[in-house]
């Protein structure tokens, strides 16, 4: 059984930083790719960005590029988002999610991910 386990949501004022961090682990860990999403009340589960395990390839929605920034520790098995100049309209619960193999529906679909952690909620407030 695989466990994603996130950490560093919290209340941030409009233009501060916040660092996510979601660390996998289970057995016959195999991870192909690593991904966040976020989600507001009354609305879908959105894609923010997401990482490739091998080559470190990444994507990122429109609404987050030159603010947000993905990267993996591959001996962590750890996934960090690192949000700068945040918005109010980042506020939201974001998901740490895990692919085990690529899917031709891409990165940025919640279908291509196995696994989910419990989501950490980011407020960006005055």
């Known amino acids: 059984q695989v466990q994603l386990v996130e950490s560093g949501g919290g209340l941030v004022q409009p233009g501060g930083s916040l660092r996510l961090s979601c660390v996998a682990s289970?057995?016959?860990?195999?991870?192909?790719?690593m991904g966040w999403f976020r989600q507001t009340p009354g609305k879908e589960r959105e894609f923010v960005s997401a990482?490739?395990?091998?080559?470190?390839?990444?994507a990122s929605a429109d609404s987050v590029k030159g603010r947000f920034l993905i990267s993996r520790d591959n001996a962590k098995n750890t996934a960090t988002l690192q949000m700068n100049s945040l918005k109010p309209e980042d506020t939201a619960v974001y998901y740490c999610?895990?692919?085990?193999?690529?899917?031709?529906?891409?990165?940025?679909?919640?279908?291509?991910?196995?696994?989910w952690g419990q989501g950490t909620q980011v407020t960006v407030s005055s």
């Open positions: 289970g057995r016959s860990l195999s991870i192909y790719a």
């Open positions: 990482i490739t395990w091998s080559f470190g390839s990444t």
């Open positions: 999610a895990l692919a085990t193999s690529r899917d031709l529906r891409g990165l940025g679909s919640v279908g291509a991910y196995a696994y």
